[in-house]
């Protein structure tokens, strides 16, 4: 073994000893693949107690011995040890359900060598035909390809594997809200905060999970500026938006009067929108479930179709109806704090009749 700085010999009852540092340990770990500098530390802290505990096994730390591991011990080591901590709370939660429930109990024996396509397109069937929802194929292949990526940069298995892809069309086509239905939401329901709601989520192009987070100490009535910088989720709120991207947004003149209303006679720390005051009610923010509800009865009070209206309508709406005005873009996607080929792809609606007209035109 060549000698350096971090590699020390010792002669102790004619054996030779060689001291290798924790950092060069590290170090060499990560030229092996392992990126994380703190988790190529852990590994050369584990081999270092090994050695000194004379229980070294260099077969236990190669690639090549995960081939026959069950694919729930790489769950385990992936997913529940290391890249569960990244997700967002949502995210988290989606993925511990899909795990539990479909992935470990399907395809948890099977080792990660004998882990083919054939086994999880019957995963994706199977979990089609039992939920009824054609989509969740598509989220447990996210979720499988999350558990590879991670299960491959921890040096668990050799080659990248990606899940079968799965495309599939929405039964419904997006739908998208006038300027005048819209407008009919906001007067039908002026007795209610729910008036107040739809406003913010229209006017600002909020998340629902961003408006359901909004305190009175974010909104400054000198300045006629409000804060998103945090988001609700099942009534608790989290720190940081949906992209991490924060803003302090400029209210306009028609919203000011719904949020002036909305903050009467609360302390700062009070939500803007506040929840049922009912005493089995312990979360601290009012839920997207209970604002989808609350949409749904402003609807029938209005005299529109509920069908396929959530709180997210308002954003992809705002957004549609500033192309329609020939906003940039890249202006749209500053505004709704998103990338432009998210607004173009996701919150435009088709329109060919318009690109007939100009071609005639020509």
Same mark, same amino acid.
């Given at each position: 073994?060549?000698?350096? %700085? !971090?590699?020390?010999?010792?002669?102790?009852? #004619?054996?030779?000893?060689? @001291?290798? $540092?924790? +950092?060069?340990?590290? =170090?060499?770990?990560?030229?092996?693949?392992?990126?994380?500098?703190?988790?190529?530390?852990?590994?050369?802290?584990?081999?270092?107690?090994?050695?000194?505990?004379?229980?070294?096994?260099?077969?236990?730390?190669?690639?090549?011995?995960?081939?026959?591991?069950?694919?729930?011990?790489?769950?385990?080591?992936?997913?529940?040890?290391?890249?569960?901590?990244?997700?967002?709370?949502?995210?988290?939660?989606?993925?511990?359900?899909?795990?539990?429930?479909?992935?470990?109990?399907?395809?948890g024996k099977v080792p990660i060598s004998a882990l083919d396509?054939?086994?999880?397109?019957?995963?994706?069937?199977?979990?089609?035909?039992?939920?009824?929802?054609?989509?969740?194929?598509?989220?447990?292949?996210?979720?499988?390809?999350?558990?590879? %990526? !991670?299960?491959?940069?921890?040096?668990?298995? #050799?080659?990248?594997?990606? @899940?079968? $892809?799965? +495309?599939?069309?929405? =039964?419904?086509s997006q739908r998208f809200l006038s300027k005048q239905e819209?407008?009919?939401?906001?007067?039908?329901?002026?007795?209610?905060?729910?008036?107040?709601?739809?406003?913010?989520?229209?006017?600002?192009?909020?998340?629902?999970?961003?408006?359901?987070?909004?305190?009175?100490?974010?909104?400054?009535?000198?300045?006629?500026?409000?804060?998103?910088?945090?988001?609700?989720?099942?009534?608790?709120?989290?720190?940081?938006?949906?992209?991490?991207?924060?803003?302090?947004?400029?209210?306009?003149?028609?919203?000011?009067?719904?949020?002036?209303?909305?903050?009467?006679?609360?302390?700062?720390?009070?939500?803007?929108?506040?929840?049922?005051?009912?005493?089995?009610?312990?979360?601290?923010?009012?839920?997207?479930?209970?604002?989808?509800?609350?949409?749904?009865?402003?609807?029938?009070?209005?005299?529109?179709?509920?069908?396929?209206?959530? +709180?997210?309508?308002?954003?992809?709406?705002?957004?549609?109806?500033?192309?329609?005005?020939?906003?940039?873009?890249?202006?749209?996607?500053?505004?709704?704090?998103?990338?432009?080929?998210?607004?173009?792809?996701?919150?435009?609606?088709?329109?060919?009749?318009?690109?007939?007209?100009?071609?005639?035109?020509?």
């Open positions: 073994m060549k000698l350096s %700085r !971090d590699i020390k010999e010792y002669k102790v009852n #004619d054996l030779r000893l060689f @001291a290798i $540092s924790l +950092s060069f340990m590290g =170090v060499r770990f990560r030229k092996k693949g392992i990126k994380s500098k703190e988790l190529a530390y852990t590994i050369a802290a584990k081999v270092r107690n090994d050695i000194l505990n004379n229980t070294f096994d260099r077969t236990k730390y190669l690639k090549s011995d995960y081939n026959n591991t069950a694919f729930k011990v790489i769950i385990n080591k992936a997913y529940f040890d290391y890249g569960r901590a990244s997700n967002r709370p949502a995210t988290r939660k989606l993925k511990d359900s899909l795990i539990k429930a479909w992935i470990i109990p399907h395809l396509n054939d086994k999880m397109t019957t995963l994706y069937r199977k979990a089609e035909d039992k939920t009824g929802n054609k989509s969740v194929s598509k989220t447990i292949s996210a979720c499988l390809n999350a558990i590879f %990526r !991670d299960a491959y940069k921890l040096g668990l298995i #050799d080659n990248k594997i990606k @899940a079968p $892809s799965v +495309s599939y069309k929405a =039964v419904k819209v407008l009919l939401l906001i007067e039908s329901n002026k007795h209610h905060q729910v008036s107040s709601i739809i406003a913010t989520l229209y006017y600002l192009g909020l998340r629902i999970s961003e408006a359901c987070a909004l305190q009175v100490q974010d909104y400054n009535q000198t300045f006629k500026t409000i804060n998103i910088s945090k988001t609700s989720h099942y009534g608790e709120i989290v720190e940081n938006t949906k992209n991490k991207i924060t803003a302090l947004m400029k209210v306009p003149d028609k919203l000011i009067p719904f949020l002036d209303k909305q903050i009467e006679g609360k302390q700062p720390t009070d939500m803007i929108f506040h929840k049922h005051q009912r005493r089995s009610n312990t979360k601290r923010t009012i839920t997207i479930s209970t604002t989808n509800v609350m949409l749904k009865n402003a609807c029938l009070n209005a005299g529109i179709d509920p069908t396929g209206i959530t +709180s997210h309508i308002f954003r992809r709406s705002v957004s549609q109806h500033l192309i329609e005005s020939k906003v940039s873009p890249r202006s749209i996607a500053k505004y709704l704090r998103d990338k432009p080929a998210t607004i173009m792809s996701h919150y435009a609606s088709e329109n060919t009749d318009e690109i007939r007209d100009m071609i005639d035109s020509f």
